[in-house]
């Protein structure tokens, strides 16, 4: 079976510092992998989608950037957190190649910037 | 950007009766997926839909993926304080490997014991 992990759980970073968050799939092979963000518990907003190894795609301008290093491997980082940039950050997966697309999520990791 | 409209935003009922929710879009999807969030966890996958006026079950859930492929509801009956959570809707254009989704802006549901 398949699962998707997310690291730190939660996090409280001040303003003007970097950022690392981490996703890892286990059980497939290269899958899609997807970076969203979700404030005040609704609306998920698509920051990031990968559909391999070194390539990432952005979906809107940010603070933000992401990079995939390793087939089930996917980061999300900042050289300098702004306060907006505090949510709820969820990471996702689908099958590569599957044209329908159901995404499985990750528990997440909320960021809180002071 | 592309949304969609799901309808209603929050909801509050009493344990045991049924639920309804549903999204429209201004274009056509080819995939409609429903989840389910509870408070501090990432949303969980309850029902997917793939052809339109499709019906689908799953326990005490029903959706359908409506016939002009522009709408889909949710429906739960016979709630209990477990469905408390956010649901959302989200649906796919085309048939795209990359597959990006558009969401709802969830449905929050609570229920009364």
């Known amino acids: 079976s398949q699962t998707i992990h997310q690291w730190p759980a939660t996090l409280v970073q001040p303003v003007g510092s970097p950022l690392s968050l981490e996703c890892t799939v286990e059980?497939?092979?290269?899958?899609?992998l997807y970076w969203y963000r979700q404030a005040a518990g609704r609306g998920l907003q698509l920051l990031f989608y990968s559909v391999g190894i070194g390539q990432i795609s952005s979906e809107v301008p940010q603070n933000l950037s992401a990079s995939r290093p390793q087939d089930r491997q996917f980061i999300l980082s900042s050289k300098k957190l702004l306060l907006s940039d505090s949510g709820f950050y969820l990471c996702?997966?689908?099958?590569?190649?599957?044209?329908?697309?159901?995404?499985?999520f990750g528990p997440g990791t909320r960021l809180t910037v002071l | 950007g592309q949304q969609l409209n799901q309808s209603p935003q929050s909801m509050f009922i009493q344990e045991g009766e049924d639920v309804s929710m549903n999204c429209t879009s201004s274009?056509?999807?080819?995939?409609w997926l429903w989840y389910k969030q509870d408070p501090g966890e990432g949303p969980v996958l309850l029902i997917a839909?793939?052809?339109?006026?499709e019906l689908t079950s799953n326990g005490r859930l029903t959706a359908q993926f409506g016939i002009t492929r522009k709408d889909s509801f949710l429906n739960i009956s016979a709630s209990i304080p477990s469905d408390v959570g956010i649901y959302f809707c989200?649906?796919?254009?085309?048939?795209?490997?990359?597959?990006?989704?558009?969401f709802g802006q969830g449905t929050t549901l609570q229920v009364k014991p």
């Open positions: 059980g497939t092979s290269n899958p899609n």
């Open positions: 839909l793939y052809k339109a006026g």
């Open positions: 996702a997966w689908s099958w590569g190649g599957n044209p329908y697309n159901e995404q499985f």
């Open positions: 989200a649906g796919l254009h085309g048939s795209s490997n990359t597959g990006k989704l558009i």
């Open positions: 274009s056509i999807f080819n995939t």
